[in-house]
């Protein structure tokens, strides 16, 4: 199976992306994790304002299999999301680091993204599931 | 367990899971919401060959089927095939099931979850008759094809037979190609279609053969996934679902499709006249989530701060675009337009309890 990446992105190892975009970050799943869920239904985004926490679920995605937790990746604070996916949830699927993209966070500690995988890292870390 | 297309499913990208005790395709590459659709508009042919089949022969046939079953089977004509029920002393389901009269003999297709302990039934229930019930899954093989190109795609494979012309829930021996088939103009998904026995050794070949004269029609192979999305959204109940030993066919909305209350002495019995003599505690019904939301099996229906229910079937259904579901509720808050709400991770999401199916084919309209 060929998986679609994003250079400029870093990944957690729960299949969560961060991409730095101005002064915010960009978050988001990777390729390999909407193939694992299958055809995204739902999305039950944050709201605006709420506080992240690296590693702890923030949002549902719901898929025609379950109902997944997404974990942030960084922390920070929801400055906006992705209302897209209200009325095209199959955006996750279509075009996951792009079109796809979930919430846009201020970090509160820059520092973090340098714990996450890069692309190098992220993608042998996928070979090897 | 592997069914007879297991390398085939394998080898053309099938994602396969666990379905009790099988190994099976949930979907293809294609995805199930794009083969859902496909069964709607044109056709999808489904590896069926884990349900469990069942040939009854003998004098004492339809005897034992009258003893063991729902539906009135005195009342089928050769080449007829009727939706019904097993049930427990206790008026329990313990599967439901098709019929299918047939010539010299009568099949019984059954849940795959369910085929050992209904084997066991009718066997327990045929001791001392002049009957024989053989499993036959192991010497054909299960296909379904369901759209409405279904029709056109089987009728130059099947020496012209018309699928519209043999009628609903009808059941003929004919040949598919060289192939010795029971053809059965039933299925599991709402759309008009059929569904075949074929002999086991030429299952692969038969399948491809399928695909590939249905390909200029858009027939595609559809996995689990899609096969559920659309039983639900026909309102189809699913065994484990909708319906299990602790559920009665009265409740369940069932009693129209499966049950005949006057005629035959079948197992049960008694104890269904007692249900139907009294108010329902608890119907079955449709819903519609109005704020968004999935609804999966178990999450509990609430009438204000009062549990009144559980979700026992729920989807975003691909046909309409909307979230709906089934599941038992408080008589009280069975009625069309009923609202109620549905908890969702702890969360209440308004619902209203609308009308069953939710999608109708247009074949049907």
Redesign the interface.
């Known amino acids: 199976m060929e998986y679609r990446f994003d250079e400029k992105a870093r990944y957690s190892k729960t299949h969560e992306w961060a991409r730095m975009d101005g002064e915010e970050a960009v978050v988001g799943i990777s390729d390999y994790a909407q193939d694992k869920l299958s055809d995204v239904v739902f999305t039950d985004l944050p709201a605006v304002g709420k506080e992240l926490k690296k590693e702890t679920a923030f949002m549902v995605i719901e898929s025609v299999k379950a109902a997944e937790d997404v974990f942030a990746p960084v922390s920070g604070t929801v400055t906006s999301h992705n209302e897209k996916l209200v009325k095209a949830p199959e955006l996750v699927n279509k075009d996951p680091f792009g079109e796809g993209w979930l919430v846009r966070v201020r970090l509160s500690n820059a520092k973090e993204l340098d714990s996450l995988m890069d692309l190098a890292a992220y993608k042998k870390f996928v070979e090897t599931l | 367990m592997q069914t007879k297309l297991h390398d085939w499913h394998v080898r053309a990208g099938g994602?396969m899971i666990d379905f009790s005790g099988w190994d099976m395709p949930?979907?293809y590459a294609t995805?199930?919401?794009e083969e859902h659709l496909r069964v709607r508009s044109a056709a999808g042919l489904f590896d069926i060959d884990h349900m469990g089949r069942f040939e009854v022969t003998g004098p004492d046939s339809l005897k034992l089927l009258q003893r063991a079953q729902t539906w009135d089977a005195s009342r089928m004509a050769e080449g007829h095939a009727h939706y019904s029920l097993l049930c427990s002393e206790s008026g329990g389901i313990i599967d439901d099931i098709f019929l299918y009269r047939l010539p010299q003999s009568w099949l019984v297709i059954v849940n795959a979850s369910n085929t050992a302990k209904d084997l066991a039934w009718l066997q327990s229930l045929a001791r001392g008759m002049n009957v024989s019930v053989r499993n036959r899954g192991a010497d054909t093989c299960m296909l379904a094809l369901q759209g409405p190109a279904a029709r056109d795609i089987v009728k130059p494979l099947c020496g012209g037979t018309d699928l519209d012309q043999m009628g609903f829930h009808r059941v003929r021996e004919c040949r598919l190609l060289d192939a010795a088939t029971i053809l059965c103009t039933t299925g599991y998904t709402g759309e008009p279609g059929c569904e075949m026995l074929l002999p086991a050794a030429d299952c692969e070949r038969l399948w491809a053969d399928i695909l590939a004269a249905g390909e200029a029609h858009g027939l595609i192979p559809c996995g689990l996934?899609a096969r559920d999305?659309l039983r639900a959204e026909a309102c189809l109940p699913l065994y484990g679902h909708e319906i299990d030993e602790d559920t009665d066919p009265i409740s369940a909305g069932l009693a129209r499709a499966a049950l005949c209350m006057d005629g035959h002495d079948f197992v049960g019995r008694p104890a269904l006249a007692a249900v139907a003599a009294k108010p329902l505690p608890h119907r079955l019904v449709g819903f519609e989530l109005i704020d968004?939301?999935?609804p999966?099996q178990g999450y509990p229906i609430h009438a204000g701060s009062q549990k009144i229910g559980r979700v026992t079937t729920g989807?975003?259904s691909p046909s309409t675009g909307r979230?709906v579901g089934m599941g038992y509720v408080d008589s009280r808050f069975a009625e069309v337009g009923s609202e109620v709400q549905i908890v969702i991770?702890e969360s209440p999401k308004a619902a209203r309890i609308v009308k069953r199916p939710f999608y109708t084919s247009p074949h049907w309209r």
């Open positions: 994602r949930i979907q995805g199930p919401r996934g999305s968004p939301g999935v999966r989807l975003a979230f991770r």
